[in-house]
């Protein structure tokens, strides 16, 4: 999705800009732009492509000043072009534009503006608020901004610079993310905090509906009548080298390898010394004791983290669980009582399908859990109650930590509900939270032997096909593995229930076919034998990711993938790891970028 910077402060702005916009690249974009005012005029120059084309047409026309904003474009309306690349400005350029969102009544504003007499220059939504804030421009931008918005529907991140106020940026949100850096003499702005890390860790998170007037030394906020808004900063304590590559080749690389110590990250706060589960930040345990049906929504590798959630909730503590994927939650008309607990879960905290469902839910009286990674997200601010993965940010487009930190609160949910339902012995509780103790040191030994997936994946990468296959907590792995592979080698990958294949799916399979079968629920393990042999037998590869010492399907599968013993319902933290090493041996054998999949972005902030 689109991102934002802007910069108002002492030092040159072109470089902070560049610097943060490559910050956000992760975010997924087709072409980038700057706008920086000189000391006589604001000069815009904008690129489509990779930053670097933005940086080379630098290079030849280069901007100095110590105002500016920035934009990476991820295009809805009109296509990747120079022309529709931000900065957009009003006819006479003293008026500059960047935006992240969807300006839904654009075609409206567009047709009154036009008869009024602007003309417009691109296919974008944006360009009729650089039109719109010119003509209330009366000498003051943050009046001109507040009139613009109120005729404005749809989302936005917005940040404007004006030529007749150049010591000034005005910015505002509505269900699009935006924080401002703040330090001595210079703050920032940009869609996340990523962007601003180098140079700040005091930020102010913008909520909905607010107008920001920045200047070098003053943040004020406003609410869309312009009433002044106090706020407070919120402090950033997670270390810089998180949002860098460390030495690995890439950020999915390196977040696949930081699994473990994520997942000590989540569990470890929330063991007592007692050797309980502590979870009182989602709710008191009345409230839990109390729940009678449990409802998950989520998008992507989130939903199939609540799928294991449904699984594990219902076979712990006996809790029936609904699980939806949020863009059809949203449009749908769900039942709930105040019995109800409504489990949203997101990476970002920001998808704009799962903050709808989310709102939708808090309507019908259920009390809202959010698991997500971004401690000031949408998500966390507007939920009931946080839990707050801890995995550090993600940078790669594709998930992995978070998946793997997800399914971590959701066995922590679990297992909690189970304790105060009554429905696990105290015995086999603490079983239980010692073998998820374990858990962390054995995604390491899984990280330690990657040469069979390698070499699987250099001879299987450019298989026309790839099914997944598994049984119960394995298919709901089988899902995310086939998503991983989807997005990053963009290999046609499917999951099926094992048990699905022969009513229908079986017809696809042939030698340009790749299997994996992923077989960690022993009691199933003759049922998954018999599919993987049904499917060799019709000349699919066949890889199977199983226990170590475990030799049931050694003669079946083409090779084999070991995780460590643990429970049955404890392996989706583990076998999703060589799965998510598969999919990016695949994506480097095919020279393929990993982390910037074409046509994803990391935080879908629009429907
Ligand atoms: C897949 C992936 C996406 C996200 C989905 C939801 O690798 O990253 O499927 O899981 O867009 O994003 P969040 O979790 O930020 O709500």
Not at 132 to 140: A, D, P, S, T, V
Not at 305 to 320: C, D, L, M, N, T
């Given at each position: 999705?689109c991102g934002?910077?802007g910069y108002?402060?002492v030092?040159?702005?072109t470089?902070?800009?560049?610097?943060?916009?490559k910050?956000?690249e992760?975010r997924g974009?087709?072409?980038a732009g700057?706008?920086?005012f000189d000391?006589?005029e604001?000069?815009?120059r904008?690129?489509k492509g990779?930053?670097?084309f933005l940086?080379q047409?630098l290079?030849?026309?280069?901007?100095?000043?110590?105002?500016?904003?920035?934009?990476t474009?991820?295009?809805?309306?009109g296509?990747?072009s120079d022309?529709n690349?931000h900065?957009h400005?009003d006819?006479?350029?003293?008026i500059a534009?960047?935006?992240?969102?969807?300006?839904?009544?654009y075609?409206s504003?567009?047709?009154?503006?036009?008869k009024k007499?602007?003309?417009f220059?691109s296919?974008?939504?944006?360009?009729?608020?650089?039109h719109?804030?010119?003509?209330?421009?009366?000498?003051n931008l943050?009046?001109?901004?507040?009139?613009?918005?109120?005729?404005i529907?749809?989302?936005?991140?917005?940040?404007v610079?004006c030529?007749?106020?150049p010591?000034?940026?005005?910015?505002a949100?509505k269900?699009s993310?935006?924080v401002?850096?703040t330090?001595?003499?210079?703050?920032f702005?940009?869609?996340?905090?990523?962007?601003?890390?180098?140079?700040?860790?005091?930020v102010?998170?913008v909520d909905?509906?607010?107008?920001v007037?920045?200047?070098?030394d003053s943040?004020?906020f406003y609410d869309n009548?312009?009433e002044?808004?106090t706020?407070?900063?919120?402090?950033?304590?997670w270390d810089?080298?998180?949002a860098?590559k460390c030495?690995y080749?890439?950020f999915?690389l390196k977040?696949i390898?930081e699994q473990p110590?994520?997942l000590?990250?989540?569990?470890?706060?929330?063991?007592t010394k007692?050797?309980?589960?502590?979870?009182s930040?989602?709710?008191?345990?009345?409230?839990?004791?109390?729940?009678?049906r449990?409802?998950?929504?989520?998008?992507g590798?989130?939903y199939?983290?609540?799928?294991?959630g449904?699984?594990?909730i219902?076979?712990f503590a006996?809790?029936?669980?609904?699980i939806?994927i949020?863009s059809?939650?949203?449009y749908?008309e769900?039942?709930?009582?105040p019995?109800?607990l409504?489990?949203?879960?997101?990476?970002s905290g920001?998808?704009a399908?799962t903050?709808a469902?989310?709102?939708?839910a808090?309507k019908?009286?259920a009390?809202i859990?959010?698991i997500?990674?971004?401690?000031?997200?949408t998500?966390?601010?507007?939920a009931?109650?946080f839990?707050h993965?801890?995995?550090?940010?993600?940078i790669?487009v594709a998930?992995t930590?978070?998946f793997t930190?997800q399914?971590m609160c959701?066995?922590?949910?679990a297992?909690k509900l189970?304790e105060?339902?009554?429905t696990?012995?105290?015995?086999?509780?603490?079983?239980a939270?010692?073998e998820?103790?374990?858990i962390?040191?054995?995604a390491?030994i899984?990280l330690?032997?990657?040469k069979?997936i390698?070499k699987?994946?250099s001879r299987?990468f450019n298989?026309?096909?790839?099914?997944?296959?598994?049984r119960?907590?394995?298919?709901?792995?089988s899902m995310?593995?086939?998503?991983k592979l989807k997005e990053?080698n963009?290999?046609?990958?499917?999951a099926f229930a094992a048990?699905?294949l022969?009513h229908g799916?079986i017809?696809l399979?042939?030698?340009?076919?790749?299997?994996?079968?992923?077989?960690?629920?022993r009691?199933?393990?003759?049922k998954?034998?018999?599919?993987?042999k049904?499917?060799?037998?019709r000349?699919a590869s066949v890889?199977c990711?199983t226990?170590?010492?475990?030799?049931f399907f050694?003669?079946s599968a083409?090779a084999?993938v070991?995780i460590?013993?643990?429970?049955?319902?404890?392996t989706?933290?583990?076998?999703?790891?060589?799965?998510?090493?598969y999919a990016?041996?695949?994506s480097?054998?095919?020279?393929?970028d990993p982390?910037k999949?074409?046509?994803?972005?990391?935080s879908v902030?629009?429907?």
């Amino acid at each position: 999705m689109c991102g934002i910077t802007g910069y108002v402060g002492v030092k040159d702005a072109t470089p902070v800009l560049i610097n943060a916009l490559k910050k956000l690249e992760y975010r997924g974009y087709d072409s980038a732009g700057i706008a920086v005012f000189d000391g006589q005029e604001i000069l815009v120059r904008k690129s489509k492509g990779a930053l670097k084309f933005l940086e080379q047409k630098l290079a030849k026309e280069i901007i100095r000043g110590s105002i500016g904003i920035g934009h990476t474009r991820w295009a809805t309306h009109g296509e990747p072009s120079d022309i529709n690349s931000h900065p957009h400005t009003d006819v006479s350029g003293s008026i500059a534009v960047v935006h992240n969102g969807i300006i839904e009544n654009y075609v409206s504003l567009r047709e009154k503006l036009e008869k009024k007499g602007f003309a417009f220059k691109s296919q974008t939504d944006t360009e009729v608020a650089a039109h719109l804030i010119h003509f209330y421009y009366e000498g003051n931008l943050l009046e001109a901004v507040s009139k613009a918005l109120k005729d404005i529907s749809g989302s936005y991140a917005l940040a404007v610079l004006c030529d007749k106020q150049p010591d000034v940026i005005v910015a505002a949100r509505k269900d699009s993310p935006l924080v401002i850096g703040t330090a001595k003499n210079e703050q920032f702005l940009a869609s996340d905090v990523t962007a601003l890390l180098e140079y700040t860790r005091d930020v102010y998170y913008v909520d909905d509906n607010e107008i920001v007037e920045i200047k070098k030394d003053s943040v004020k906020f406003y609410d869309n009548d312009l009433e002044p808004i106090t706020k407070q900063t919120s402090h950033i304590d997670w270390d810089i080298d998180s949002a860098e590559k460390c030495g690995y080749e890439h950020f999915m690389l390196k977040e696949i390898h930081e699994q473990p110590a994520a997942l000590r990250q989540t569990l470890s706060p929330r063991i007592t010394k007692e050797k309980k589960i502590d979870i009182s930040e989602i709710a008191s345990d009345e409230i839990l004791r109390s729940t009678e049906r449990i409802v998950i929504t989520a998008c992507g590798t989130a939903y199939h983290a609540g799928i294991v959630g449904k699984y594990v909730i219902e076979h712990f503590a006996r809790i029936p669980v609904d699980i939806d994927i949020a863009s059809e939650f949203r449009y749908r008309e769900p039942i709930f009582n105040p019995k109800n607990l409504f489990i949203i879960i997101s990476q970002s905290g920001e998808t704009a399908d799962t903050l709808a469902a989310m709102r939708m839910a808090k309507k019908c009286g259920a009390r809202i859990i959010a698991i997500t990674n971004v401690a000031g997200s949408t998500l966390a601010r507007e939920a009931d109650a946080f839990m707050h993965t801890n995995g550090g940010p993600e940078i790669a487009v594709a998930s992995t930590k978070a998946f793997t930190t997800q399914l971590m609160c959701l066995y922590l949910i679990a297992l909690k509900l189970a304790e105060l339902k009554g429905t696990i012995s105290e015995e086999n509780l603490s079983k239980a939270i010692k073998e998820l103790e374990t858990i962390s040191a054995k995604a390491e030994i899984v990280l330690q032997d990657k040469k069979t997936i390698q070499k699987f994946a250099s001879r299987t990468f450019n298989k026309k096909k790839a099914f997944f296959i598994g049984r119960l907590a394995d298919y709901a792995i089988s899902m995310e593995s086939a998503l991983k592979l989807k997005e990053i080698n963009y290999t046609h990958s499917e999951a099926f229930a094992a048990g699905e294949l022969k009513h229908g799916p079986i017809a696809l399979i042939d030698t340009d076919t790749l299997v994996v079968a992923i077989c960690t629920q022993r009691a199933l393990f003759e049922k998954m034998d018999s599919n993987i042999k049904e499917v060799k037998a019709r000349g699919a590869s066949v890889l199977c990711i199983t226990y170590e010492n475990e030799h049931f399907f050694d003669d079946s599968a083409d090779a084999v993938v070991h995780i460590p013993e643990t429970f049955d319902e404890f392996t989706p933290l583990l076998s999703i790891i060589p799965s998510q090493l598969y999919a990016y041996y695949c994506s480097v054998q095919r020279s393929l970028d990993p982390d910037k999949p074409r046509n994803l972005a990391k935080s879908v902030t629009v429907e």
